[in-house]
T-cell receptor, first 111, second 111 residues
Framework: DADVTQTPRNRITKTGKRIMLECSQT?????MYWYRQDPGLGLRLIYY???????NKGEISDGYSVSRQAQAKFSLSLESAIPNQTALYFC??????????FGPGTRLLVL | GENVEQHPSTLSVQEGDSAVIKCTYS??????FPWYKQELGKRPQLIID?????GEKKDQRIAVTLNKTAKHFSLHITETQPEDSAVYFC??????????FGAGTTVTVRA
């Protein structure tokens, strides 16, 4: 599903560094989401946005921030990365039918 | 918010046998229940969903059942095949376009 793309796909960084994960979609959806996936914990919502002017915290927003630059773009930032932010990060979009379409994921390792 | 519990966390079945995964949810107002399949190294993808006005839905070898009174729903896979090996996630939503995911079930189909 090339309609939702994420960059980078893999990233290794050091504690204290600022990093940005980017998401783009060509589905024309207004709703976009950022999740993190950890083994045994499923998918947990970090932030979500229902349109360009709307940003909402999810269940685990501490240590993260987001920017909705356009309808098609939603970026996730880690201002000062820490090792327990090592995880697989997914961006997703939702259309009117509520089906979520996920990007390919970004694997982040914080040393 | 909604809390979704999923069992079992791992499931090993013989090829050709059936697999059943169960989820419970906490908010009786939840009305949409999708199931996602995530193959190794891939993104989660929707395989089937059910709404609260329906008790059961089938799509070839997979089916989902919903018991609103007991607040649980289940995924049934019949005649399992090796390509059914994956992690399966259930989810629930209050019709607010935010999904709460279960922790996932790793299904292994033995040849």
């Amino acid at each position: 599903d090339a309609d939702v793309t994420q960059t980078p796909r893999n990233r290794i960084t050091k504690t204290g560094k600022r990093i940005m994960l980017e998401c783009s979609q060509t589905k024309g959806h207004d709703r976009m989401y950022w999740y993190r996936q950890d083994p045994g914990l499923g998918l947990r919502l970090i932030y979500y946005s229902f349109d360009v002017k709307d940003i909402n915290k999810g269940e685990i927003s501490d240590g993260y921030s987001v920017s909705r630059q356009a309808q098609a773009k939603f970026s996730l930032s880690l201002e000062s990365a820490i090792p327990n932010q090592t995880a697989l990060y997914f961006c997703a979009t939702t259309g009117p039918e509520e089906t979520q379409y996920f990007g390919p994921g970004t694997r982040l390792l914080v040393l | 918010g909604e809390n979704v519990e999923q069992h079992p966390s791992t499931l090993s079945v013989q090829e050709g046998d059936s697999a059943v995964i169960k989820c419970t949810y906490s908010d009786s107002a939840s009305n949409y229940f999708p199931w996602y399949k995530q193959e190794l190294g891939k993104r989660p993808q929707l395989i089937i969903d059910i709404r609260s006005n329906v008790g059961e839905k089938k799509d070839q070898r997979i089916a989902v059942t919903l018991n609103k009174t007991a607040k649980h729903f289940s995924l049934h896979i019949t005649e399992t095949q090796p390509e059914d090996s994956a992690v399966y996630f259930c989810a629930a939503t209050l019709n607010d376009y935010k999904l709460s995911f279960g922790a996932g079930t790793t299904v292994t189909v033995r040849a």
